[in-house]
T-cell receptor
Framework: GAGVSQSPSNKVTEKGKDVELRCDPI?????LYWYRQSLGQGLEFLIY????????KSGLPSDRFSAERTGGSVSTLTIQRTQQEDSAVYLC??????????????FGEGSWLTVV | QKEVEQNSGPLSVPEGAIASLNCTYS??????FFWYRQYSGKSPELIMF????GDKEDGRFTAQLNKASQYVSLLIRDSQPSDSATYLC???????????????FGQGTILTVHP
């Protein structure tokens, strides 16, 4: 596609429910990233994929969070048993590769999650 | 000390003035730096990338890097109301074998350009 596509754009869920957020990166981009942006916390890294593998999951805040990527393309971020503190914008980004050299990282428009 | 620090502002400048945004970083080994612009309710978009000491110019934007002092700045000349946004400084990891895209962001500086 032309850009990084994320769905849903907005999600309101009840505390304790599971949610899935989807990211479709730019075609041909092998590296995919998930970030979270919440009020007062800024943008924080969650996880990244190179192809289908996730070499760095260090930013996932708890074991309620998981992500997978299949076919080297679409990725899903799953939050189990959502809590109110999970309310944030979840941003997906992609780049041609994960190596150095100034690869531009392109962000999607984000999935706005509200846990009530 | 946070790894990447920015003055959260808000910074208010009149139209046509120069807006100066600053960012300091703690890892002396950091090699390169990004400036992103984020409009309210939108995703961040890259506006500048710099890795060499000195200045890098792109249109009305100039990024300045001083590795000895560990700061990077963004100057916006002839500021326009459309430049009103949050500006984010981001630093990729210094360590080898780590994804370049694992950026550490500052908190962002809110810029308002008033007519």
């Amino acid at each position: 596609g032309a850009g990084v596509s994320q769905s849903p754009s907005n999600k309101v869920t009840e505390k304790g429910k599971d949610v899935e957020l989807r990211c479709d990166p730019i075609s041909g981009h092998t590296a995919l990233y998930w970030y979270r942006q919440s009020l007062g916390q800024g943008l924080e890294f969650l996880i990244y994929f190179q192809g289908n593998s996730a070499p760095d999951k260090s930013g996932l805040p708890s074991d309620r969070f998981s992500a997978e990527r299949t076919g080297g393309s679409v990725s899903t971020l799953t939050i189990q048993r959502t809590q109110q503190e999970d309310s944030a914008v979840y941003l997906c980004a992609s780049s041609l590769s994960s190596g150095t050299g100034g690869n531009t990282i392109y962000f999607g428009e984000g999935s706005w999650l509200t846990v009530v | 000390q946070k790894e990447v620090e920015q003055n959260s502002g808000p910074l208010s400048v009149p139209e046509g003035a120069i807006a100066s945004l600053n960012c300091t970083y703690s890892d002396r080994g950091s090699q390169s730096f990004f400036w992103y612009r984020q409009y309210s309710g939108k995703s961040p978009e890259l506006i500048m990338f710099i890795y060499s000491n000195g200045d890098k110019e792109d249109g009305r934007f100039t990024a300045q890097l001083n590795k000895a002092s560990q700061y990077v700045s963004l100057l916006i000349r002839d500021s326009q109301p459309s430049d009103s946004a949050t500006y984010l400084c981001a630093v990729p990891p210094n360590a080898g074998g780590t994804s370049y895209g694992k950026l550490t962001f500052g908190q962002g500086t809110i810029l308002t350009v008033h007519p």
